[in-house]
């Protein structure tokens, strides 16, 4: 074998220098895999481990933690009284059939990764539940396994569950929702199931994790979930170890305000102005109660459109009784404007004197046309004692229609002055009534 000038063997050239750096550094990193490789080989045999057989000896308990790392509300169905979340739990337990000494294999970390699929998992769900959606398949998730058997297994998932509401104070209301986490087969004998934590903030709240994503959506704002134990029991069939998650969440009112709420308090105060509006004819009260009737059917189809989004339940939502207290009281204005129109009609057919008591000191010299009248045509027949009888009587009568005809305009324009009056008092009533009811309402 010949060497190179500077003393090293042919085959450690400086040319073939790099492949010998890369074979080394090959080497190295086959090393540094092997190790955790092995682990995980050695937990898994066959004649070791299986995973169809939970790690716990006969009579004893499997102590298992659960802590919900994120939950993020995506909606919530108001008619068929339903939530969907997006959440993720951790479940924590000790498997005493996995695991190794350290001293054994060159691995400084304490945990290593293994397919969930190929260890044991308990079957933790939640109860209840319309739909569950898992965000990995059990194919791409992992567990962690640390050497004294301590196993991590996380759950990230979408859920569909009911949700019992109360819509009394709809909407300005506060919704709880319970949320049953537990193991399905497994009783309270073989798994004891625990929380650790018992009181969970919203993100950006004082005693949030701020690393971990607690929230609600743009219609409800989540002010917390209290956890706790709950044991649930089953006739015949045990005791079974939950998690009892109640979620607390508030609405955000601002939508059905605005596009519900005071779309039915302006109609209803235009329709109440524009039916007792003082100064109006006979003939403008026709008008005032189309407008009551329209404004009626306006306001029914804002009625129409919160009972679609709302369950079948036995009471209506404060939205619904401040709607149908509106169409009560635009109801009871159209009532009112149609007697007013009804009386006003006749006042002027019928040419009704206007009643003292309505009138005061305006009676009083109504009336006095027609006495001066007569007496005034009592002296004109005294002075013309010449004139004929016939002409006499006829210029007595031609006065007499003439001055019925004033008397009768003055009772038009008294009877429209009253009207007048009466229309204002009603709206004054009417708008009173509105503002209690929008106050009674609106929070």
Not at 64 to 79: A, G, P, V, W
Not at 260 to 284: A, D, K, N, W, Y
Request: glycine share 4%; net charge negative; hydrophobic share 40%.
């Amino acid at each position: 074998m010949s060497e190179c000038s500077d003393g090293l063997p042919s085959h450690l050239a400086p040319n073939r220098l790099p492949s010998m750096i890369l074979i080394a550094l090959c080497y190295s990193l086959c090393h540094a895999v092997v190790p955790q490789q092995a682990i995980v080989n050695q937990m898994l045999k066959p004649s070791i481990y299986d995973k169809s057989v939970m790690p716990v000896d006969d009579g004893e308990t499997l102590g298992m933690n659960i802590t919900l790392n994120s939950f993020r509300l995506l909606s919530m169905d108001q008619k068929e009284e339903s939530i969907q979340f997006q959440q993720e739990f951790l479940m924590t337990w000790k498997d005493r059939n996995l695991g190794w000494n350290r001293k054994n294999f060159s691995y400084d970390l304490e945990w290593v990764k293994v397919s969930a699929n190929q260890i044991w998992t308990p079957d933790v769900i939640y109860y209840s539940t319309i739909e569950i959606e898992r965000l990995l398949d059990e194919n791409q998730s992992y567990a962690d396994v640390k050497y004294d058997g301590t196993t991590r297994y996380s759950y990230p998932a979408t859920v569909t569950t009911p949700c019992n509401l109360q819509l009394d104070n709809f909407p300005y209301d506060e919704q709880t929702c319970d949320l049953l986490l537990g193991s399905w087969i497994f009783d309270d004998h073989q798994i004891d199931t625990n929380p650790t934590e018992t009181n969970l903030q919203p993100t950006g709240k004082v005693g949030s994790r701020s690393s971990i994503i607690f929230t609600g959506n743009s219609e409800w704002e989540l002010l917390g979930i209290t956890v706790s134990n709950y044991t649930m029991v089953i006739p015949r069939d045990g005791n079974y170890s939950l998690i009892k998650y109640q979620v607390r969440m508030k609405r955000k009112p601002v939508y059905y305000v605005m596009v519900i709420q005071m779309p039915t308090l302006i109609i209803g105060t235009l329709t109440l102005f524009g039916m007792f509006t003082p100064f109006s004819q006979r003939m403008e009260r026709w008008q005032k109660v189309e407008l009551g009737l329209n404004m009626l059917l306006a306001i029914s189809m804002m009625l129409n459109l919160v009972s679609n989004m709302m369950p079948k339940a036995e009471r209506l939502p404060l939205l619904g009784n401040y709607i149908i207290a509106e169409i009560f009281l635009c109801a009871i204005g159209t009532v009112f404007a149609i007697i007013l129109l009804e009386i006003h009609a006749r006042a002027d057919q019928r040419h009704w004197r206007p009643p003292d008591w309505l009138v005061g000191n305006e009676a009083n010299f109504r009336i006095l046309p027609i006495a001066s009248s007569e007496k005034d045509t009592g002296a004109i027949v005294m002075k013309l004692e010449a004139v004929k009888t016939q002409l006499r009587q006829t210029l007595h009568l031609v006065r007499q229609y003439m001055d019925r005809g004033n008397a009768e305009m003055e009772w038009k324009q008294l009877w429209t002055r009253i009207f007048d009056r009466i229309d204002l008092a009603l709206l004054i009533l009417f708008q009173a009534a509105n503002i209690c009811v929008s106050v009674l309402f609106m929070r």
